[in-house]
């Protein structure tokens, strides 16, 4: 496999679900991301992980718990979701954070929806 | 803060039309901007960029100058494809410190032939 892979594709899921999503990179690329695109909107910037270290955190609702357990694998962890949370969750990596070209690399990301 | 500002779609045009997708941002300093596709059913890709006033990023037939005066990025072909069928996403990035990509609400090309 190359590229960024996200699985689920799609998820459906009640409330009081938990459930997680997952994101690896096979691109040897040291930051990843999450990103929540819903109709609409600017894509939101959730988590960012340097070297496995959580650098950044957009005032993301704490139901929402991001694992970096090394640098290739990235899971987003859900758990009382609420329907507004109904989106497209997108992962992305980078060769560094301070990478001028500034190119991130997508996943074709997760279809989430809350019922 | 940053922001990207982009037009509203859905933006229906026939094959070999003129296309402009108009693009504005605010930032401090002076950012790297950005075009991503996102074709149906995969990922947002890297269509063009420019790092500073005045650049042209072009790719696959697209173009885009950075006009710092008008703080504009606004992506232009001149002759569009039904495979140019896509959303297209404005962005930009900080050209110091952390850099995360902000982005445009994107915007839906609809090419009919």
């Known amino acids: 496999e190359t590229g960024v892979t996200q699985t689920p594709r799609h998820l459906v899921m009640g409330m009081t679900n938990k459930k997680s999503l997952k994101c690896e990179q096979h691109?040897?690329?040291?930051?990843m991301y999450w990103y929540k695109q819903s109709a609409k909107k600017p894509l939101e910037l959730m988590f960012v992980?340097?070297?496995?270290?959580?650098?950044e955190n957009n005032s993301v609702p704490s139901r929402f718990s991001p694992e970096c357990p090394n640098s290739s694998h990235l899971f987003l962890h859900l758990h009382t979701l609420q329907p507004e949370d109904s989106a497209l969750y997108l992962c992305a990596s980078s060769l560094g954070l301070a990478a001028t070209g500034g190119e991130l690399f997508f996943g074709e990301g997760s279809r989430l929806t809350v019922l | 803060g940053n922001s990207v500002t982009q037009m509203e779609g859905p933006v229906t045009l026939s094959e070999e039309a003129f296309l402009t997708i108009n693009c504005t941002y605010t930032a401090t300093g002076y950012p790297s901007l950005f075009w991503y596709v996102q074709y149906p059913g995969e990922g947002l890709q890297l269509l063009l960029k420019?790092?500073?006033?005045?650049d042209k990023g072009s790719n696959k037939g697209f173009e885009a100058t950075y006009r710092k005066e008008t703080t504009s990025f606004h992506l232009e072909k001149g002759s569009v494809q039904v495979s140019d069928s896509a959303v297209y996403f404005c962005?930009?990035?900080?050209?110091?410190?952390?850099?995360?990509?902000?982005f445009g609400s994107g915007t839906r090309l609809q090419v009919q032939p």
């Open positions: 992980y340097s070297l496995e270290e959580r650098v």
């Open positions: 962005a930009l990035t900080r050209n110091t410190g952390r850099r995360a990509l902000t």
């Open positions: 691109l040897g690329h040291n930051a």
């Open positions: 420019a790092t500073k006033a005045d």
